[in-house]
């Protein structure tokens, strides 16, 4: 494991442009592919998504898997070297800047696939979740919220790697987001 400050440094780098960390966001969530792949999911130009997977590959965020020839070039596919779940120390110690427009294009695209999934029926299922609950808490209630919610996260992931081994073909893309936040 890297030392935390180069980690730090890695990660502020890579998720200092929206672009970039889409395109991070893609190798996290979906598993390997290659930068055409990505250009056709998000809708960008395939020369600025290798610019940017380049970059990633450079700050060892994603690494190459394999190569496959592709009409005459050779393709290359990537995935995550690293966990994009950053816990609280990791994220203290991001740039100010970083942290909000981290903070504000997750929810921003929080925002966008929760009017999307409210629009296509996402919330009609009974084990759907919508839950906002105003707190008062000290800094040892802060503290004591955001172990739950990492936990929750780790949690979650257990629950998706069991859920993809039973491959009994009923899966379904879902999304799960949790915010805590001092309110203004």
Known sequence: MPEPQLLDQRLAKALSHPLRRRVLERFIDEGEASP?????????????????????????CIELVRTEPRRGAVEHYYRSALELLLEDAQWSRLPAAVRRQLAGQTVGDLMQEMGAAAQAGGFDDGDAAVARMPLELDETGRQELSALLHETLRDAEAIQERSLARDEGDARRSLLGLLHFVRS
């Open 36 to 60: 055409n792949e990505v250009a056709k999911q998000l809708g960008a130009p395939l020369s600025t998504v290798s610019y940017h997977v380049h970059i990633l590959r450079d700050l060892q």
